[in-house]
């Protein structure tokens, strides 16, 4: 287990040195195991000793040196004591609750929360008796705390929320949880550790969707948790080992290459998001961008006090559209691609239907659409002209 460590150098330096690369070779070998040989009786019995110790390298499950790699890089850019490696964001999303709930236990869920995080909680959490409440990602001390109860154990938080995009006053909601000694979880994916460090602002269990920006290609699936002390990281660890979870090492290595050009990449999405979001919102089409980057969204006061900018990822309400007209606007589409995920290199457009519990968050009339937009690395003109020549067919 790793000591936190100071970060002396500028986090751009460290996504792209690596310590200890072996023989000289610059880019993190691929170690595809599973059996791991003792050279001695004495080295066995040694390995047995503490099976489930982050060093124990002695069955390819419990990781080799692609995996401790990764996990390395993705613990120093939270600050973190660890990383603990998931095969998908969901899976990494599901330990996190399972490994830190018993059934009784009640869960505060936000509201805004990514679709297959609320489903787990309505169908698994709910079948062992774990109990969650969906709160108001914009609510206020006073409305958090009548929420809390004897039993509440942890609260989720994800901000900006997926599809909706409101900013949650993560500072408050960790000082309310921890005066009362409960954990706090966030998912973290779109903001990766670069523009939000949850773990600097005092949340406990920090998770990501490496899918999507961190690892930034659209070829692999995986999920992180980075843990706020060595009690945590020692629970997870030892839950995902218990667990059979397991990040092979092909992916290990797509993962940590991908790393290597975070911090330019999010650069370049944030600036074309932006000027997207700009050109949007001089539509007549559009009636309302969700862009916390934007000064007239209702959290960019939040946003500008917590995050260091924001990455690529945005929404607009367009008026005026039917499914066919909606049809019209997206099949016309030639460089936005509409596909699930995002956070890869390419521009994706998606409309959504997002799903809340509660009844105070956006409502769209019926000629009104939600349309999520992913803006990659291609040129900014290129994609404008793009979104011009959809809305042109879509008038049509
Ligand atoms: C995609 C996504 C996830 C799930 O990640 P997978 O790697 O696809 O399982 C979790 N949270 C958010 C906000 C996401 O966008």
Same mark, same amino acid.
């Given at each position: 287990?790793?000591?936190?460590?100071?970060?002396?150098?500028?986090?751009?330096?460290?996504?792209?040195?690596?310590?200890?690369?072996?023989?000289?070779?610059?880019?993190?070998?691929?170690?595809?195991?599973?059996?791991?040989?003792?050279?001695?009786?004495?080295?066995?019995?040694?390995?047995?000793?503490?099976?489930?110790?982050?060093?124990?390298?002695?069955?390819?499950?419990?990781?080799?040196?692609?995996?401790?790699?990764?996990?390395?890089?993705?613990?120093?850019?939270?600050?973190?004591?660890?990383?603990?490696?998931?095969?998908?964001?969901?899976?990494?999303?599901?330990?996190?609750?399972?490994?830190?709930?018993?059934?009784?236990?009640?869960?505060?869920?936000?509201?805004?929360?990514?679709?297959?995080?609320?489903?787990?909680?309505?169908?698994?959490?709910?079948?062992?008796?774990?109990?969650?409440?969906?709160?108001?990602?914009?609510?206020?001390?006073?409305?958090?705390?009548?929420?809390?109860?004897?039993?509440?154990?942890?609260?989720?938080?994800?901000?900006?929320?997926?599809?909706?995009?409101?900013?949650?006053?993560?500072?408050?909601?960790?000082?309310?949880?921890?005066?009362?000694?409960?954990?706090?979880?966030?998912?973290?994916?779109?903001?990766?550790?670069?523009?939000?460090?949850?773990?600097?602002?005092?949340?406990?269990?920090?998770?990501?969707?490496?899918?999507?920006?961190?690892?930034?290609?659209?070829?692999?699936?995986?999920?992180?948790?980075?843990?706020?002390?060595?009690?945590?990281?020692?629970?997870?660890?030892?839950?995902?080992?218990?667990?059979? %979870?397991?990040?092979?090492?092909?992916?290990?290595? *797509?993962?940590? =290459?991908?790393? #290597? &050009? $975070?911090?330019? +990449? @999010? /650069?370049?999405?944030?600036?074309?998001?932006?000027?997207?979001?700009?050109?949007?919102?001089?539509?007549?089409?559009?009636?309302?961008?969700?862009?916390?980057?934007?000064?007239?969204?209702?959290?960019?006061?939040?946003?500008?006090?917590?995050?260091?900018?924001?990455?690529?990822?945005?929404?607009?309400?367009?008026?005026?559209?039917?499914?066919?007209?909606?049809?019209?606007?997206?099949?016309?589409?030639?460089?936005?691609?509409?596909?699930? %995920?995002?956070?890869?290199?390419?521009?994706?457009? *998606?409309?959504? =239907?997002?799903? #809340? &519990? $509660?009844?105070? +968050? @956006? /409502?769209?009339?019926?000629?009104?659409?939600?349309?999520?937009?992913?803006?990659?690395?291609?040129?900014?003109?290129?994609?404008?002209?793009?979104?011009?020549?959809?809305?042109?067919?879509?008038?049509?």
């Amino acid at each position: 287990m790793k000591q936190k460590s100071g970060a002396d150098l500028s986090v751009q330096t460290r996504l792209v040195h690596d310590p200890d690369n072996a023989y000289g070779v610059v880019a993190t070998p691929v170690y595809h195991a599973s059996t791991v040989l003792f050279p001695t009786y004495a080295d066995l019995r040694r390995g047995e000793a503490d099976p489930l110790s982050r060093d124990s390298m002695y069955y390819g499950r419990m990781g080799t040196p692609s995996t401790r790699s990764l996990e390395d890089a993705l613990s120093a850019l939270d600050n973190s004591v660890g990383a603990v490696l998931f095969p998908s964001g969901v899976a990494a999303i599901a330990a996190t609750l399972q490994c830190f709930l018993r059934p009784g236990d009640h869960l505060l869920m936000v509201d805004s929360t990514y679709g297959p995080t609320r489903n787990f909680c309505l169908g698994y959490l709910a079948d062992i008796g774990v109990e969650t409440t969906f709160y108001d990602p914009c609510a206020g001390t006073a409305e958090l705390q009548s929420l809390f109860r004897e039993n509440t154990r942890l609260v989720f938080m994800e901000s900006p929320g997926s599809a909706t995009f409101e900013v949650q006053d993560v500072p408050a909601i960790v000082s309310l949880a921890a005066g009362r000694g409960i954990l706090t979880a966030i998912d973290n994916t779109w903001a990766t550790p670069l523009l939000f460090n949850p773990l600097d602002h005092g949340v406990d269990l920090a998770i990501q969707s490496g899918t999507k920006y961190l690892n930034g290609h659209a070829d692999c699936l995986y999920g992180v948790v980075t843990c706020r002390d060595n009690t945590l990281y020692d629970r997870l660890h030892r839950y995902a080992l218990a667990t059979g %979870s397991h990040l092979a090492p092909d992916d290990c290595f *797509l993962a940590r =290459r991908g790393l #290597r &050009t $975070l911090a330019v +990449r @999010l /650069a370049a999405h944030e600036a074309a998001g932006i000027a997207l979001a700009e050109y949007l919102a001089q539509r007549s089409e559009v009636s309302q961008v969700l862009h916390p980057g934007r000064p007239e969204h209702p959290g960019h006061a939040i946003f500008r006090r917590d995050f260091c900018g924001a990455s690529g990822l945005f929404a607009v309400v367009l008026d005026g559209f039917d499914e066919e007209r909606l049809a019209r606007f997206l099949d016309a589409l030639a460089l936005f691609g509409m596909g699930y %995920s995002w956070g890869g290199f390419e521009s994706l457009a *998606l409309p959504m =239907r997002p799903v #809340r &519990t $509660l009844s105070t +968050r @956006l /409502a769209l009339g019926p000629d009104q659409r939600l349309l999520r937009l992913h803006a990659g690395l291609e040129s900014i003109d290129d994609l404008t002209a793009d979104l011009e020549g959809a809305f042109a067919a879509a008038a049509r």
